[in-house]
């Protein structure tokens, strides 16, 4: 198989480039590539350069299969800023790289698990729009499970 | 046994593979749940017999092509050993059985193949040391799509039980064997039914963001969300209210068991004294590697002060059969967000201990649909079951019964604890494959409801029930079929069913003989419709027709009486009846003013409340009579009046010379001799020219020019003509003028002593011309 690289372009207009056999992890382009031969630059208008940098890191990573897991927790790990994450996560959902896509909601959610509702909040950029009237009433209604 | 059974629900299992595997009608079946290949239509039911309750001989019976096989078992298994649990075959047709013997430990084996069966004994590796009273409680076949795993495990629930305690809990992964699982030691809990909780995982369709953020909520444990996310903020509840974060949720949370644990009934002089205490439920995770997440269910805010009975539980879901003697309900709670439905009551009731009641619960992994299976047995037989499905959504609280085919040859003595079926729903026969030999077929989901029961008086309304529970069916068009339509024998069949349910015995027997549901319908309408709908408006019409009697002038009387007794009749016939003086009032409201004489008689003279209906028509008649015996005279009469009218009109042209005179005195006094002249014209029209006189002094009144009186002005002459003209044309067009309007016209003669004057005028004129 001859390796054929493709061009990806970030939302700012920055352009990476990977060699094909590796970009068909992600189902996606995998679709793409099948549908026109993904001649042209690929345009992934929801993902910043950072973020992509990030996932084309991850898809040239070069493990066996076997400790493939251990190396999608670790690559997680390493970037344990929930933003950081969450972008990530949607770039790896919109390109549909499963592996990574369940590493860093995973990571996320063991992040937020022990957070407090503030903590939640800010973390994941929520605004509280309820009134402590409403929230009381929540704890209320569920205050056999606190 | 309660009631008999409706043809409709009832489902008999006639024909049995046992009577030719095992003629000895002494033994004792048990059967366990079954196993269904998910890549064949082929059943395998694990039973086992023996002639001692729980001490039975394992067997696996298997339905293939409609022919039961039983398979083959090593004769060393065939000892005392009694079915616990079994799994449903996966992809490679490989299932699992736990087998237990008398002293409680159990062992586990597989079954490979529909036909074989292979026992493999995981006895040792599955409890290496001899602990008593292990008891194998569940054993599941899980695939785990969601997570960064995909692989399928079967897990083996274990407790080990203490006196009334449960001492520990363990779950085995059965294809590593690693006792991976363990749960808690819940030394409080007591008497336990267990289940699991997973299941396959469906996809929806969402927006990118939310479905980033059901994914990472969907990985929270059930605790975290329900104290947290719910709080956070608006859309994040919403977001984990959402049926389909749920199914996630479910996908990839930990396994985990919900404990019932209750009060073990007490023997108290021998008798056994249940509590009425509905228990406690508890989920434990058993997968939580930071520690055990407990969370108790309480049941407090649901039930209380009864006996339930976990029936089991799917995705959170759990299935109470609330049986204490007072109450036969089967709830299904979502205990965590506290929702729960009582599904519709079955037509049986438990009735003492000669019949049984088995529940059944899971949830379909291809449809998604929940069901409830629950079978009334008596010994040997069944004598009913049903299913319920809720479909959809938990939420929308659709329950969608369903009976199971009976053209089965069902091999159930005593029905199964699980149908396993049930669990992937593939035994109704909504296996996707869509297989022929499916051996039970579903019939198709029909919504149950209650049917109302027709009666003399509310055919109207069980119309329109009847109407309504056939559209939400989809049935109706065997009723009024639409143009694309087709025919559909099942379906009328059923619709049919729907309206025998609907129907009292004996309207049953009179529609006996109607071949489909539209000629039953309508049989009914004509039948019912009659007495209420139409016959409502036809009454009303006849009583407005009634009210609007009037006879007219020209009528006989004769002709009005059939009218009117034709309308009485009609109205009689639809049940309403009028009394005598009401009829009598009526009659003599509506005569015409000619018989106002006998009308007026008769209510001075009569008690009208006494007389009858059919007197008054006679004394009418005899008016009647005589009226027309007085008819020709009283046609003379008015002739006359006629007569006379012209007559007085004639002679007003011929006024009466004293009137004249007086007028002429009054016109012309100041005229020489006037009246003397106008008595002479008016007396000797012959002698006119006697009296020439020179005009040529003469001025007229009317024109002011010479030669000429006012009388025989031209002018004048031409105004009286036009009046004359109209005169003649009022004449014309009112000949049959009464008396009194002739009287008029002599009063307008005698006051518009203009016109009167000029009408002697013109004959003045005429005769002299």
Redesign the interface.
């Known amino acids: 198989m001859s390796k054929k690289t493709l061009t990806l372009m970030s939302k700012d207009k920055q352009l990476f480039n990977i060699e094909e056999h590796l970009a068909v992890q992600s189902v996606t382009i995998r679709n793409m590539v099948k549908e026109d031969g993904a001649s042209s630059v690929i345009p992934l208008p929801r993902v910043d350069s950072e973020t992509l940098a990030l996932v084309i890191e991850y898809l040239n990573r070069q493990q066996a299969p076997e400790e493939d897991e251990d190396y999608v927790k670790k690559f997680v790990d390493e970037r344990g800023e929930i933003p950081t994450l969450l972008e990530l996560a949607q770039a790896a959902l919109d390109l549909d790289i499963k592996k990574l896509m369940d590493a860093a909601c995973m990571k996320v959610a063991d992040l937020i698990k022990d957070f407090t509702l503030e903590e939640v909040r800010e973390a994941l950029r929520i605004e509280n729009d309820r009134t402590p009237e409403e929230e009381k009433a929540i704890r209320d209604e569920f205050q056999w499970a606190f | 046994m309660g009631t008999s059974p409706n043809a409709f629900n009832c489902i008999s299992f006639p024909t049995s593979p046992f009577s030719t595997i095992l003629p000895s009608p002494r033994l004792f079946l048990h059967i366990f749940p079954s196993f269904h290949s998910p890549n064949r239509s082929l059943i395998t039911i694990a039973c086992s017999f023996s002639t001692v309750p729980s001490h039975s001989i394992p067997s696996l019976l298997t339905l293939d092509s409609g022919n039961w096989r039983e398979s083959p078992t090593t004769t060393s298994e065939r000892r005392f050993c009694y079915l616990m649990c079994s799994s449903q075959l996966d992809l490679d047709n490989i299932g699992h059985i736990t087998l237990s013997d008398s002293s409680l430990k159990p062992s586990l084996y597989t079954v490979r193949g529909p036909l074989s069966l292979i026992m493999k004994n995981y006895r040792h590796r599955l409890l290496k040391k001899s602990f008593s009273r292990w008891e194998v409680i569940g054993l599941r076949s899980l695939k785990k799509i969601g997570?960064?795993s995909q692989e399928a495990k079967t897990i083996v629930i274990v407790i080990k039980r203490g006196y009334d305690k449960v001492r520990t809990i363990v779950a085995y992964d059965i294809v590593s064997m690693n006792k991976d699982l363990t749960g808690t030691t819940a030394s409080s809990l007591r008497l336990v039914t267990f289940t699991e909780i997973n299941g396959g995982r469906i996809i929806f369709p969402s927006q990118?963001?939310v479905?980033?953020?059901m994914?990472?909520?969907s990985?929270?444990?059930l605790?975290?969300i329900?104290?947290?996310c719910?709080?956070?903020?608006?859309?994040?509840?919403n977001l984990v209210s959402d049926p389909s974060f749920v199914n996630l949720h479910l996908s990839g949370s930990p396994t985990g068991i919900i404990i019932h644990h209750k009060k073990p009934p007490i023997i108290m002089n021998g008798n056994l004294i249940v509590h009425n205490d509905p228990g406690t439920l508890k989920w434990v995770e058993t997968e939580d590697k930071v520690g055990h997440s407990s969370?108790?269910l309480?049941l407090a805010p649901i039930l209380q002060n009864t006996r339930m009975r976990l029936v089991g539980s799917v995705n959170g879901l759990i299935c109470l059969w609330q049986y204490s003697p007072k109450h036969d309900n089967t709830y299904i709670c979502n205990t965590v967000t506290?929702e729960y439905m009582i599904l519709p009551r079955p037509r049986f009731q438990k009735d003492g201990f000669s019949v049984r009641v088995v529940y059944g619960f899971g949830v379909s992994s291809v449809t998604g649909e929940y069901k409830v299976v629950r079978a009334f047995r008596a010994r040997h037989r069944v004598l009913e079951a049903e299913e319920y499905g809720i479909k959809n959504s938990w939420h929308k609280q659709m329950v969608i019964k369903r009976e199971i085919s009976i053209d089965l040859k069902w091999p159930l003595y005593e029905p199964v604890r699980m149908i396993a079926g049930l669990k992937d729903g593939k035994i109704m026969g909504d296996d996707s494959k869509g297989d022929e030999s499916s051996p039970i077929k579903d019939i198709g989901s029909t919504t149950h409801f209650q049917c109302p029961l027709l009666n003399s008086t509310n055919y109207t309304i069980w119309s329109m029930r009847m109407r309504t529970i056939l559209l939400a069916n989809g049935l109706w068009e065997m009723i009024e079929p639409t143009y694309q339509t087709k025919e559909d024998d099942k379906r009328d069949k059923i619709a049919t069913a729907y309206l025998f349910q609907a129907l009292p015995e004996d309207l049953n027997l009179q529609v006996a003989n109607c071949k489909s549901a539209k000629e039953i319908w309508d049989t009914l309408k004509i039948r019912n419709i009659g007495v209420e709908q139409v016959q409502k408006a036809r009454l009303q019409t006849l009583r407005s027709e009634f009210e609007a009697l009037e006879m007219n002038e020209e009528d006989s009387l004769d002709s009005f009486i059939v009218k009117m007794t034709n309308v009485i009749s009609k109205i009689t016939s639809l049940g309403t009846t009028f009394d005598q003086p009401t009829l009598v009032r009526k009659l003599l409201n509506s005569m015409p003013d000619k018989y106002l004489q006998i009308v007026a008689a008769i209510e001075q003279y009569s008690d009208l409340d006494k007389i009858s209906f059919d007197e008054a028509i006679g004394r009418l008649k005899t008016f009647e009579e005589r009226l027309k015996h007085k008819k020709s005279k009283s046609v003379n009469y008015q002739e006359g009046l006629m007569f006379t009218q012209k007559e007085d009109q004639g002679k007003e042209k011929y006024v009466p010379p004293h009137i004249r005179n007086q007028r002429n005195v009054k016109q012309h006094d100041k005229e020489e001799n006037p009246l003397q002249d106008n008595n002479e014209v008016v007396k000797h029209p012959g002698h006119r020219n006697k009296f020439t006189r020179d005009f040529s002094n003469i001025k007229c009144y009317n024109c002011n020019k010479y030669r000429h009186y006012a009388s025989h002005c031209r002018e004048r002459s031409r105004r009286y003509q036009r009046q004359e003209l109209s005169n003649l044309i009022e004449e014309d067009l009112e000949p049959t003028l009464l008396m009194a309007t002739i009287e008029e016209h002599e009063v307008d003669g005698f006051t518009k002593d203009d016109d009167k004057e000029d009408s002697s005028f013109k004959r003045l004129k005429i005769q002299g011309i």
Do not use: F, Y
């Not at chain 2, 719910?230 to 509840?237: A, D, F, N, Q, S």
């Open positions: 997570g960064a990118p963001q479905e980033l953020t994914d990472i909520l990985r929270l444990s605790k975290t329900i104290t947290r719910k709080l956070v903020c608006k859309k994040w509840r969370l108790d309480n506290r």
